[in-house]
């Protein structure tokens, strides 16, 4: 009679990348730092040693290869919703709209953070162009947006595969609008509604932006009483043309006055405070809006 002896092998060594303990203060700074989850966080630690650097960039590149996987399954998904972003800084401005699904997404602080960003790389590309006329506008598309890079070097299309992964709805970069003006131009922006978290760029559902030139001023004529300055007139005329969506401009002797006043921007009516007259911008002699 034979006799089989079974002999079952047991180890207590810890695998080899794990050779240092989970330090908990780094595992929160990361976690804060990149927003990704608990086990997410814990793993990339363990695999680089409580290196918090090398785990950031494991997260992203994990992230990223997630992300554009997710979004080549959401493509073709409808994105009805969004955020458009306004950036006006001296003689430039951008105004730029970034789609998603849903109105969630849209007030959400990670999604709103790759809307400033997007809007950071085009006020970035936009000052680096020739100002070839008084007021040199022209368009980025979808496919143009995608190739700009970020602040970080990254290609912005690659931020929105990283950003699709993390939200889980489909993203898209809709389109923008870039603006350089030369010396003696005031360019004024304004969004509605104002988005709670606010850095340099201003993000709201709707937004608009104009240009005003302030011509030489007759001599010997003050200023009216109650006269908005050029920069709060701009305001003034952008909240209009968000609330009215007027058609045209018009100007003073050359065109004849729409029908309706609400269609002409040159007719919108203002005031500064509640108790003073009612003024348009045809009243404002030294004023002409360019677009």
């Not at 804060?32 to 590149?61: I, P």
């Not at 240009?211 to 004529?221: F, G, K, Q």
């Not at 300055?229 to 004849?256: D, R, Y």
Request: hydrophobic fraction near 35%.
């Amino acid at each position: 009679m034979m006799i089989r002896q079974n002999i079952r092998l047991l180890h207590v060594c810890q695998p080899l990348w794990n050779t240092v303990g989970l330090n908990k203060s780094v595992l929160a700074k990361l976690r804060k730092k990149t927003g990704y989850t608990f086990s997410n966080c814990k793993k990339a630690l363990e695999l680089h040693n409580n290196d918090l650097e090398k785990s950031e960039k494991w997260l992203q590149e994990q992230a990223q290869a997630l992300g554009w996987s997710k979004a080549t399954k959401l493509e073709g998904r409808p994105t009805l919703q969004g955020v458009v972003a306004v950036s006006v800084d001296k003689n430039s401005s951008t105004i730029v709209e970034v789609n998603c699904e849903t109105d969630f997404v849209a007030r959400n602080k990670n999604f709103q953070s790759l809307v400033g960003t997007i809007a950071d790389a085009c006020a970035h590309f936009t000052k680096k162009q020739p100002l070839v006329s008084p007021i040199t506008k022209f368009q980025l598309t979808s496919e143009r947006l995608k190739c700009l890079p970020a602040e970080d070097g990254k290609l912005l299309v690659d931020h929105m595969a990283l950003h699709i992964g993390n939200l889980g709805e489909n993203l898209s970069l809709r389109r923008a609008f870039c603006f350089l003006a030369e010396e003696g131009v005031t360019l004024a922006g304004y969004t509605h509604p104002a988005a709670p978290i606010q850095t340099g760029t201003l993000l709201g559902k709707y937004g608009a932006l104009v240009a005003l030139r302030e011509n030489s001023p007759e001599p010997h004529v003050d200023k009216a009483p109650g006269q908005l300055s050029t920069e709060q007139l701009g305001k003034q005329l952008c909240q209009h043309i968000v609330g009215m969506s007027p058609t045209m401009l018009g100007e003073v002797g050359v065109h004849e006055p729409a029908a309706n006043p609400d269609d002409e921007l040159l007719v919108v009516t203002y005031r500064n405070e509640p108790h003073q007259a009612r003024r348009s911008l045809s009243v404002e002699k030294n004023l002409k809006a360019l677009f």
